[in-house]
């Protein structure tokens, strides 16, 4: 078991759950209650909110920040500056701390560099978010998703590499096929 490591100019307030391994870097601001797994790691002037939870291996890259409603699985990539809601209708003179939409980001997802999720939506498993895309509908698994408002443009494989027309993996060699609209493996 490694302690996890906090950058003296970070801020996690307690109570907090950091799993072992995980790397906290400069100018990160952790909420009372949040939930962080193991080997993961926060980069430069990441927020959390108190109750959002990351999984294990969840790589966060600068300037992104995980608001109250927000759930982030396994193995997940969110690239720099990717942006979360959480209220669907914000308003400054107008309190919606009880209206926060749950935000899921399934096991192996990646969400690119300015990508916006609105709040109350769902990234599938294995999905892959483009940079500077603008999700406001669910994703399914393995889809690629690009564009405003982000649309499918093809499928990913878990490995990370884009699929190609036969639905074979160029780099791992996996096999998948479409069945009723959503990829699984063969």
Request: aromatic letters at 6%.
């Amino acid at each position: 078991m490694t302690k996890p490591f906090i950058h003296e100019t970070a801020v996690v307030d307690e109570p907090s759950e950091i799993g072992d391994g995980t790397k906290i870097w400069h100018f990160c601001h952790l909420m009372p209650g949040c939930r962080i797994g193991a080997g993961c790691s926060l980069g430069q002037n990441v927020f959390v909110g108190a109750a959002a939870v990351l999984g294990d291996n969840v790589k966060v890259q600068n300037n992104v920040s995980i608001y109250d409603g927000v759930i982030v699985e396994d193995d997940c990539f969110l690239g720099p500056s990717m942006v979360f809601t959480n209220v669907s209708t914000p308003r400054s003179s107008v309190s919606r701390k009880d209206a926060y939409e749950r935000t899921l980001v399934r096991r192996g997802a990646s969400i690119g560099a300015n990508a916006t999720i609105v709040c109350g939506n769902e990234i599938g498993e294995n999905a892959f978010v483009a940079a500077g895309s603008v999700v406001t509908k669910d994703v399914d698994p393995h889809a690629l998703v690009m564009g405003n408002p982000a649309r499918r443009r093809g499928w990913m494989c878990e490995c990370g590499a884009r699929l190609a027309g036969d639905l074979d993996c160029p780099e791992c060699g996996r096999g998948y096929r479409l069945d009723k609209g959503m990829l699984r493996e063969k």
